[in-house]
């Protein structure tokens, strides 16, 4: 049933993509060579034998995106990023990243006008955050794999951003957004100036400055949101969410009795008052903590940016450039207060005051009381504030021409991404919170609000890390024609690069708790865990790549590239035992070097078809912290196993039988057969084009992108279940704890996963003239056939329509459809349908609903999310030559977040905030002036 619903969903979308004729692309008429993203060669824009699609200045300004990453989130062909709101409980590290066809941002590349830019981690993945949207020209999305001219690591395909070059004039831009309801409002103001044009002056100097802010936005202002005890209905019956805690504020008693009954909870603030205070929720004789209630939804953020270029002509051949980008972002996410348990001694103050005189009421006999304590959610330090703020500077120096009849590009390229995480309010240091406590200057049972001052002391206001990334690339590139053949001359392209990679963590005291570089610390943060190690990892690696580009025929062009890539082993110079002890700096891992090739072709068998293909493979170093990243205590295993070893073996003492055994995880220092490989893909394209006259354009590109080698976490069953195989992989370690020496298997990371990915992707459009304007119908979407991912010893993963095991979900489909009606000179309309279809949720403990409105028993519940669906609409007025006044409305009729029972990403209960805006209705005004 589910699979004929599929196809038939599929069936719809080709035939209404027929009926509508397409989606006429809005080229420039004029035949120039221009540098296109995923190739090394300078070719008429026009030529096209793999999917880029064209974001310009007009499409940007059209979309109403305040940001890059905005931007980009609102395409059909992206999918499996990460958002803002997923920094509010410390998960999304305050990045935005971008992510081609849910095949995640490791694998996308993004770019700076074709430079590669510093990332957040030790990977590749870029922080969309640090790039000004005020800056940028038009953006090229490559929608297939490349391994040419970036290198071979662009898996899932290219994101180019190609900022503003050559402007002469000013300008001033300025917009508002304000929501219907309650927070969330944000705006941006960027300034530009040019001097000089470069054909005239010989040169031209672009200054550019950004500044814009997103307020937050509280779950208690969104009703969908504003609860964990949700009400809803499904099939005919009705049921709640239930997502509370029984650490609340004023504190929950807890009894536990001599007979061995089942404990006894209570609120004495709601036996006194008969009523539950703020972000609570009476449940029987307590008030529980409505923790969902006292999140943030987006949290708040600022940004400033600078971006400064210049271009000189030394001659009619030689072009020199430099640009730098400058910015600072900071993104603040809030959740629920620290919960804490403390105990409640019986002969004890607190206790005769808030406990004893209940006791009769109650039932409970005070004799059978074996012992208290108090369940404690520390709303007098407010909730829990994480600040990320990041610093990127990316500076490219370069120059560009014609010479013994090559065009070519040389460049060197220095990125910097700094990254700080602090405790901005909440989190309390642990040791000044227990001297509170022990002065007896705390009285948890007191409403909230009473002890911010006695608590004050405690609040964390510092820096937990601090990381910091470079980059430096020097590249050179250049091409030219080389021989004649059927369809015209065939062009060369070749280049070389080098790359230096830094990655530096810096975890502050409190990050890092008590271990061996500071054996006698006590100090905890309370409301989460220390255990941070420092890292200090570099390697360098190269590149070589020729493309061919051969015209065979009028009708028939074939591209052929094969690229070289070589990486060095990683130096480790913050280097860490089993035991976080430090020792000596080493190399690590394995050096990796590799071929990559990929083959493209386009045929016309007319004027107004155009079919092609392309065929390529694709590898990806491990991130550096894949490698280097110290072996840290994690816990236990989720199951029992029998003793891995056995006697003569002197790890055999440490046995003990058939129980849980400890594990350590962190990265696999090893080099050779056992040490990290490359991750390899294999990715195919077919589609085509039609245009059959001025009006219409239609396309279609079905994709396949297969990997493995994928590095994953080696799977505790597959270690403990084939201990001769990981004999190297059971240690004997110190557990601080126990004070004694146990046996651990160790889980680092190994080439385990495989993934599939496969979906077809459509761009159409139709232009007339409506007889009160020219319209623009443009029609794009992606149809997501498959997104697989597994992992040997475990069931695969399988992502499309489904909430996964991996608490993500594959959209089937997501589509947009844009009308533009241009009314004069001066009016100019735009409407936008966006939809992304539904999917099976995340099975989840609910309960049900009675008739009377009482709570029932809990049921595990599997349901449908709806579709999600949104209409948006602009009008833009040219006022007068050098005046433009932009006016839009987003989700024009206030939908929705469907309901979502998920269990990923923080407290946030009710909806899944990667998926669905929960700003709704809002307006927008953009003035631009140009001067």
Aim: charged fraction near 20%.
């Amino acid at each position: 049933m589910k699979k004929t619903m599929n196809k038939t969903v599929l069936a719809q979308s080709l035939a209404a993509c027929l009926a509508m004729y397409g989606a006429a692309w809005a080229q420039d008429a004029q035949v120039q060579r221009v540098e296109v993203t995923g190739s090394s060669i300078k070719r008429i824009a026009g030529e096209k034998e793999i999917p880029v699609l064209h974001l310009s200045r007009a499409d940007i300004e059209r979309s109403g995106a305040a940001s890059v990453e905005g931007l980009i989130a609102a395409l059909p062909a992206m999918q499996g990023f990460a958002t803002a709101n997923q920094t509010i409980n410390g998960g999304g590290g305050g990045v935005q990243t971008a992510s081609i066809h849910n095949i995640g941002a490791a694998y996308t590349l993004v770019l700076l006008d074709g430079h590669r830019l510093a990332s957040f981690g030790s990977g590749s993945s870029v922080n969309l955050a640090s790039i000004p949207l005020s800056a940028v020209e038009r953006v090229e999305i490559l929608t297939d794999g490349a391994s040419t001219l970036y290198g071979a690591d662009a898996i899932a395909g290219v994101v180019n951003f190609i900022l503003r070059k050559n402007q002469t004039d000013g300008a001033i831009d300025f917009t508002y957004n304000q929501p219907q309801h309650a927070g969330g409002a944000s705006h941006t103001i960027g300034l530009s100036k040019g001097f000089g044009s470069l054909e005239k002056d010989g040169f031209n100097v672009l200054l550019s400055y950004s500044h814009d802010e997103q307020k937050m936005l509280n779950a208690d202002q969104r009703e969908f949101a504003n609860t964990g005890v949700r009400r809803f209905s499904h099939d005919g019956k009705n049921y709640a969410t239930w997502a509370l805690s029984d650490n609340s504020a004023p504190a929950i008693a807890e009894l536990r009795l001599k007979d061995g009954s089942a404990p006894v909870l209570f609120s004495p603030a709601y036996l006194q008052d008969k009523k539950c205070g703020p972000n609570t929720f009476l449940v029987g004789q307590r008030c529980a903590y409505d923790y969902a209630s006292t999140v943030q939804l987006i949290p708040e953020s600022k940004r400033d940016s600078l971006f400064a270029s210049g271009r000189f002509k030394l001659n009619a051949d030689t072009t020199l450039y430099a640009q730098g980008v400058f910015s600072n972002f900071t993104q603040t996410g809030r959740y629920a207060p620290p919960a804490q348990p403390l105990a409640l001694p019986l002969n004890g103050a607190l206790y005769s005051k808030y406990v004893a005189p209940w006791l009769t009421q109650l039932g409970v006999n005070p004799a059978n009381v074996d012992s208290a304590r108090m369940r404690l959610r520390i709303s007098d330090a407010g909730g829990r504030n994480t600040a990320y703020s990041t610093d990127a500077q990316h500076l490219v120096i370069g120059a560009e021409g014609q010479a013994f009849g090559w065009d070519y590009n040389t460049s060197w390229t220095h990125s910097i991404s700094k990254r700080s995480r602090d405790f901005a309010g909440g989190f309390l240091s642990k040791d000044k919170f227990y001297q509170i406590v022990d002065s007896g200057k705390y009285d948890p049972f007191l409403p909230p609000g009473s002890s911010r001052e006695v608590l004050a002391p405690a609040v964390l206001h510092e820096n937990w890390s601090r990381a910091k990334n470079t980059l430096d690339v020097l590249a050179i590139s250049a091409s030219r024609e080389v021989f004649k053949l059927g369809g015209g001359a065939a062009q060369l392209g070749a280049g070389l690069d080098y790359t230096v990679q830094k990655y530096n963590y810096y975890p502050t005291p409190i990050g890092m708790g008590a271990n061996a570089l500071q054996p006698n610390y006590t100090d905890s943060p309370l409301g989460d865990s220390p255990g941070d190690l420092p890292t200090a990892a570099k390697r360098h690696n190269w590149g070589a790549f020729a493309e061919l580009q051969m015209p065979l025929s009028k009708s028939l062009d074939l591209t052929a590239a094969i690229r070289y890539d070589n990486y060095s082993a990683i130096k480790n110079s913050a280097n860490f035992d089993e035991q976080g002890r430090p020792v000596a700096a080493a190399t690590q891992g394995n050096k990796y070097d590799k071929f990559t090739y990929k083959l493209s072709g386009a045929w016309r068998p007319t004027k107004a078809l155009m079919l092609r293909a392309s065929w390529g493979t694709g590898f990806k170093a491990p991130a550096m912290t894949d490698i280097t990243a110290p072996l840290l205590h994690s816990g236990n295993t989720g199951d029992t196993y029998d003793c891995p070893v056995k006697a003569p073996d002197p790890r055999a003492v440490y046995c003990s039988g058939n129980t849980q055994y400890d594990v350590l995880s962190g990265g696999n220092r090893d080099s050779g057969a056992t040490g990290l490989k490359p991750e390899e893909s294999r990715q195919a394209s077919i589609g085509l084009r039609f245009e059959p006259n001025s009006m219409m354009s239609f396309g279609f590109d079905l994709w396949d992108v297969t990997m493995k080698n994928q590095i994953s976490t080696l799977p505790e069953s597959t270690l403990f279940e084939n201990p001769r195989q990981y004999d190297s992989l059971f240690r004997v370690f110190y557990e601080p704890g126990q004070g004694a020496n146990i046996l651990v298997g160790v889980l680092p990371t190994f080439n385990l996963a495989k993934s599939y990915n496969r979906g077809l992707d459509w761009d159409h459009s139709f232009r007339f003239d409506s007889g009160i304007g020219k319209l623009n119908l443009n029609w794009t979407g992606t149809y997501l056939l498959r997104s697989d991912y597994e992992v040997p010893g475990s069931p695969m993963i399988k992502s499309v329509g489904r909430y996964d095991e991996n608490n993500a979900v594959g959209f089937r489909l997501i589509t947009r459809l844009a009308a533009t009606l241009k009314v004069s000179d001066q009016w100019q309309h735009s409407l936008s349908l966006n939809y992304k279809s539904g999917y099976h949720d995340s099975v989840q403990s609910v309960r049900e609903v009675n008739p009377d409105g009482s709570f029932g028993a809990f049921v595990k519940l599997a349901r449908e999310v709806s579709p999600y669906t949104t209409l948006d609409w602009q009008t833009r007025f040219n006022w007068q030559k050098n005046v433009i006044l932009t006016a839009g409305v987003r989700n024009l009729f206030d939908a929705k977040p469907p309901l979502s029972l998920k269990v990923g990403n923080g407290d946030q209960i009710g909806y899944d905030g990667r998926y669905a805006d929960a700003i709704g209705r809002s307006v927008y005004l953009t003035a631009s002036y140009r001067f």
